[in-house]
């Protein structure tokens, strides 16, 4: 798919348009003035009773104005362009973007119905689509999805955090204490220094002490920041033009927000963003690949359907890389259970059954690193794990 091409072509329609929008613009305003003055002369005239003769000089004179400068021929020329222009951009979707996508995947693959409708629910409730997500279950004739009363928690939780209310939050944090400690989550920690700020705003530094001394005690390991919170308070009424002035950063709330979500999922078990999203965004970038590598292996009678990874390299960007993968850099082909990466005793690593046909099967014991000049000792070899 060449987005550069789609996105010339949409470039090239939206300059016609503000073109075509310009020249109207001040074409109108042409006609509107020399209306304007024509009437002007005829309400400002000298005699109180105008000739006849006198009109006509006038609306002559208007009408030798535009037929000099033709406004509607320029406003058909201008839409033409344009016209011209919005008629390209369907033919270049159409060849650029292709509908068919039959050829990109297998139909010999069987879903399970349940567990497609429970992710889908699960998108919905966790996106904080409630109502969306209880018509979706009830018309799949679908169980209730085990994750809707926690999601909707996280999100009364949320909720209560865009009206700067941390009481949720802190419950649940402290609540969970332990198991966001195990995580190594300062999430806590960011909740307690929210409200202490949120005190300290309400010009009331000695409840902030208190606050500070009762619950900063704990963040020993962050020490730094709890210090800087309490200096702050000595800018508490001008803490804009502070060195602290970060404090009053929205970017804090959010952040707080955003790992509460992550934390939140991961103690129910699920990623901090949803399956169905990852999966689809994912497709879309390995979509385009797949349907340009089926078209040009359209004659070779490959049977795409029976293959047990992809026929061709896909780059997915990085946050869709959620295991180690191993490439051997000699047959250029993925580890897997059945040929997994076995490190030499020289340190560098092969995919098994490239060490097989260095060995010629076993039959040598011994064979030369293709990397360096280390005599490799097959006995010495041992698998690694990812």
């Known amino acids: 798919m060449e987005l550069k091409s789609i996105k010339d ?29 024509a009437l002007s002369i005829l309400k400002d005239s000298s005699s109180p009773y105008p000739t006849p003769l006198d009109h ?14 033709s406004p509607v021929n320029q406003l058909e020329a201008a839409e033409k362009e344009l016209n011209v222009a919005l008629t390209k951009y369907p033919k270049v979707l159409e060849k ?29 409730y966790r996106q904080g689509m409630f109502d969306i997500g209880d018509c979706f279950v009830a018309e799949t004739g679908e169980s209730e999805c085990s994750t809707r009363k926690s999601f909707l928690e996280m999100h009364q939780i949320l909720e209560a955090m865009k009206r700067r209310d941390l009481a949720p939050a802190l419950n649940w944090a402290i609540s969970n204490s332990e198991k966001l400690k195990q995580a190594r989550s300062d999430l806590e920690m960011k909740l307690h220094s929210l409200h202490f700020l949120e005190i ?61 979500t992550r934390q939140y999922c991961n103690l129910l078990g699920e990623s901090s963003e949803s399956p169905l ?30 293959m047990e990874q992809l026929p061709v390299a896909v780059e997915l960007s990085e946050e ?13 082909e993925q580890s897997s259970d059945e040929n997994p990466p076995m ?44």
């Open 9 to 37: 072509a949409f470039d090239r329609v939206a300059n016609k348009q503000k073109l075509s929008y310009t020249k109207t613009n001040e074409i109108v305003q042409m006609v509107s003035q020399e209306i304007d003055k």
């Open 56 to 69: 006509r000089s006038i609306l002559a004179g208007v009408k030798k104005t535009f037929a000099e400068n």
């Open 96 to 124: 650029q973007l292709n509908t068919d996508i039959a050829k990109a995947y297998r139909n010999n693959v069987e879903f399970d119905t349940h567990i497609v409708n429970q992710i889908i629910a699960n998108f919905f």
């Open 200 to 260: 300290a705003q309400d010009q009331n530094s000695q409840e902030a002490i208190i606050y500070a001394r009762k619950h900063f005690e704990r963040f020993l390991e962050s020490f730094p920041e709890t210090q800087k919170l309490v200096c702050s308070l000595l800018w508490n009424r001008n803490l804009e033009k502070s060195p602290y002035s970060e404090f009053l950063s929205p970017a804090l709330w959010n952040n707080a927000a955003r790992e509460l």
């Open 277 to 306: 999203s990852i999966t689809v965004t994912a497709g879309t970038q390995t979509l385009p690949v797949l349907l340009k590598y089926m078209n040009v292996m359209a004659n070779k009678k490959l049977d795409w359907q029976s």
């Open 320 to 332: 869709f890389q959620f295991h180690s993968v191993f490439v051997c850099p000699v047959s250029k």
């Open 343 to 386: 490190m030499m005793s020289c340190g560098h690593v092969l995919c098994k059954q490239t060490i097989n046909k260095m060995s010629k099967n076993g039959s040598k014991s011994s064979f030369k690193c293709p990397y360096c000049p280390t005599d490799v000792d097959i006995s010495r070899c041992r698998q690694l794990h990812f």
